[in-house]
Structure formats: structure tokens, C-alpha cells
């Protein structure tokens, strides 16, 4: 592991002894890391660590932290990079010089062919069964153990959560929904329903030690005072979770407002951005849906286009880029090309 400088006059030390201080952090926590303790902070002291230093890379270490997913060696790279750019890893520390694109996390919404295939080609997914119908504990279970170490799962929250019962998507339904039921189900109401909706899918997301959990709502799903105030209820009941949140709203949401409701319940606002821009977020969580539809193509413009907007996001690591198109491999698989990337 490099030497680490800590922007004082104790210069380079070794990173690994920081590490190490911030492993026990995250053993003594135990997946609640709403607040930074103090182990790694005294570890950085004692070492000569300048103080503005401290509070950026302890912040950047543990959002780093919060995905239990990652080997030791793995969040030590990522620790790395937060290192290197003064605990910011999404901006450029020298005037002048164009900002280095955050770590690039590519892969596809869906397994798009073989599992097996896919862990050897990509280092994330987005699970869309889980908004459908979410499997059996024992289903996640199994895709936790055949997926390499270092390997990341997102998943889409439950349907019932964030959609209606006149959503098509219904039809995909396993079980039963009686009618007075049904009304009781998505757009974030505090019902019985709902609240089921998201211990499912919190199951599934312990079980596969997930990244992210996407909400990704209707176009129906409007910013009227109703559903702004559904929606942060919701967020404030859950509380802090030992993985990311990503907020889709696919409707015409004022910027301000999704900005605001990001900011307060500490969401990543989820865009495709080809044709919208983040709000907010920690990360970036970037959906491509298709331009006009699930059948394009991308082109070699279009994922220059990609690569350009990556170099310019102002975000912490990581960058987490899912294609949702008809040929989401292929095309995954010509951006990890473009930007250098191996699985």
C-alpha cells in the first residue's frame, strides 16, 4: 500500500496503519456508521495529520465504509484515492488541471446472459427482480456466494413501494393483491403494505451485502405536497442504512425540490445523464435507459459523450454507470473499453 501525505509536516506515512485503525472503526460499529467514531481520528492525530485533513478523509473513509461488500484490499484502494486528493476524490487538488473521473463501477440492470458469465465480465449489477417480485432470501443468498469477493449489487426497491397498483409492472406480481389491498401499495404510503414492501426488500439487500438500493418512481408520481410529504416520512422512518440510497423520480420534478429532499434524507438522485442532471449525491448513480428508447443503440459519440460528463462529475467515489438498454452488454462492455476499465 502507498505512503499517504498528511498535508503537515509529518509528510508521507504508511497508509496501511490508517487502514487498519479504520477497519476497527468499522468492526466496532457494526454497520451503523451514521457517525464517524473516534479510533481513526486519533490514529491520524498521532500521526502528525494536519486537522482540515482529518475531517475530509474520515468523512470519504466512511462512505467508503459503508459498503460492507468490499475486501479489506478493496476499500484500501478506494482509501487511496481519497488519500491522494486531500479526502475528496471527486475533485482535482491542482489549479489548472482537469478533475480525474471518480472509480468507474459499469455493468448492467439485469444479468443480460449467464450468471457466471457475468461475474467474469463486470464488477456490478443492478438486480431488477426485487422490483418485480423479490425472490427468496435463500435465491439472493446463492447470488452473494457464486459472485466474486469484491463484486457489488444494487437492487431496485419493491414495486410496491414506489408504484401504484395501475402500474402495468402489477402483472408481474407472484402472489394475490386483493383490490382493497392494492390501493393500500406504492407512492411511499404509510401502510401496512408499503412498510412489508420494505422489509422484503431490505432482506434481499443484507443478503446480497448491497451497494445501493434504487426507489425509481413513475411518471405519475408527481411533486405534489402529498407525495413530497409520503416520501419523506418514509425516509425519516427507515433511518440511516448500511448501504447507499438512489432516489429516480421520472417525472418533471422542480431541480430545488429534489435537491432539497436528496439533501435532507441523503439521497443520491439517479439520472440518465444523457438527458438529465444530478441534483445531489455523494456518488454518482447513473441509469441509461436508451435516448427515446429501450431499443437504442449507443454510439461511439454517445459514450464519448459519457466519458466527457464522467470527467466532470463532482462526486465522491464511487461512479456507478448501469446500462438499461437492449444491448446493455455490449455497450457496458465498449465503455469499459473506452474509459480502460477490466472487471
Sequence with gaps: ???????????????????????????????????????????LTRLGADSAFIQKLVYALYDVGANHALTFQHRANRFETCASRGGRSGEAH????????????????????????????????????TFYDPPAAKVAARWRALAPPDFEFCLKAW????????????????????????????????????????????????????????????????????????????????????????????????????RDLCAEHKLIHCVDPLTDRSQYGDAVYWRLHGKGSYSYHYTEEDLAQLQRLLYKAQAEDPAYILFNNVSMKSDAKRFMGLLGCRR
Excluded at 13 to 41: C, H, K, T, W
Excluded at 97 to 116: D, M
Excluded at 211 to 227: D, E, H, M, R, Y
Design 159 to 258: 414495486q410496491l413501494i414506489t408504484h401504484p397498483c395501475s402500474s402495468p409492472t402489477y402483472r408481474r406480481l407472484r402472489g394475490f393483491l386483493s383490490p382493497e389491498r392494492s390501493q393500500m401499495c406504492g407512492f411511499f404510503q404509510d401502510t401496512e403494505e408499503v412498510w412489508e414492501a420494505w422489509k422484503r426488500t431490505l432482506e434481499i439487500a443484507e443478503t446480497v451485502r448491497a451497494s445501493v438500493i434504487l426507489f425509481q418512481c413513475p411518471a405519475s408520481f408527481k411533486a405534489t405536497q402529498g407525495n413530497i410529504e409520503n416520501l419523506s416520512r418514509f425516509f425519516q422512518k427507515i433511518g440511516p442504512q448500511p448501504f447507499r440510497l438512489a432516489w429516480e423520480p421520472r417525472g418533471p420534478w422542480p431541480c430545488q425540490v429534489v
Design 94 to 129: 491542482s489549479q489548472g488541471r482537469e478533475a480525474e473521473p471518480v472509480q468507474s463501477l459499469i455493468g448492467c440492470c439485469g444479468w443480460a446472459g449467464a450468471q457466471a458469465q457475468y461475474f467474469s465480465q463486470f464488477s456490478v449489477i443492478e438486480i431488477q427482480s
Design 1 to 43: 500500500m502507498t505512503d499517504v501525505n498528511l498535508g503537515s509536516s509529518s509528510g508521507f506515512v504508511d497508509g496501511r496503519a490508517i487502514m487498519q485503525a479504520f477497519e476497527q472503526d468499522l468492526a466496532l460499529a457494526r454497520g451503523n456508521i451514521e457517525r464517524p467514531s473516534y479510533r481513526i481520528s486519533e490514529c
